[in-house]
């Protein structure tokens, strides 16, 4: 077997005495797509802190390609390929949709005419493929704060593939989305795929079907339970952890 791109073993974090993980083992392969979810308060966005380094976690290892990333700085990680779009999607509202594109393209301050250029053409084709198919390559010039809030999505995404990382982690990107957006950006992820390790956080259940994707479900901080869409559904655990929650 191939080494995974991502592997945690037995990861804990412990805020002063309050555990938001625990030992939590999750392994990825390159190019897989991941759904996760778990009810409010689950460890999602706790689990992507680990992994791009904004949180340490008090016990356990997490692997990039077979070496510990633990201890090393969020820029380190995310230059070592980890790109992470947050829930809130992180756009200069003041400046151009393609100005946004540079600066994320162009870790250096060297101008983006250069930098652009240096990008490898595969990144650079998925760019102006992703900015056609959600229908933003009309708005280069327009200004990101004037986007509607799917628009703003797909730029903070298009922002991600832009840096050209191996794997992709994406915290509820469909929330406030219309439902034609969400089904449009469905589509966009599961071309991501292959390509890149695809990590999706969302509560959106008819989106995590359309992905079609493997899901892991967390609950308190622990691996609940790791299967099919359908399959984690009908599992009385699931179905538990989930009654009285109106998500
Ligand atoms: P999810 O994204 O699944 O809703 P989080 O990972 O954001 O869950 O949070 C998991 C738990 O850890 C929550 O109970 C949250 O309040 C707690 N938590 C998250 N970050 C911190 C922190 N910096 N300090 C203390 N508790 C935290
Ligand atoms: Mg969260």
Known sequence: ???????????????????????????????????????????????????????????????LRGSSIIGLSEQKISRLGVGRKFQTPRVFE??????????????SKMPFSLMFEKLNNTAKDEVY??????????????????????QKQWLAISMLVA??????????????????????????????????????IEHDMEFIRD???PVTVLHQGQLLTEGSLDDVKSDPKVIEVYLGQSE
């Open 1 to 63: 077997m191939s080494t995974p791109i991502l592997e945690l073993n037995d990861v804990s974090v412990d805020f002063d005495g309050f555990f938001a993980l625990t030992d939590l083992s999750i392994s990825l392969e390159h190019g897989e797509l991941r759904s996760i979810i778990g009810p409010n308060g689950a460890g999602k966005t706790t689990f992507l802190d680990v992994i791009t380094g904004k949180v340490k976690p008090t016990k356990g290892s997490v692997s």
């Open 94 to 107: 003041n400046l151009s949709v393609s100005r946004n594109l540079e600066l994320a393209a162009s870790p």
């Open 129 to 150: 493929r992703l900015m056609d198919y959600v229908g933003l390559a009309p708005y280069a010039k327009v200004l990101a704060g004037s986007l509607s809030h799917g």
């Open 163 to 200: 840096q050209s990382p191996d794997i992709i982690l994406l915290d509820e990107p469909v929330a406030g989305l219309t439902d034609e957006e969400t089904n449009k950006t469905a589509e966009l992820i599961k071309s991501l795929a292959g390509e890149h390790t695809v990590v999706v």
């Open 211 to 213: 992905l079609a994707a």
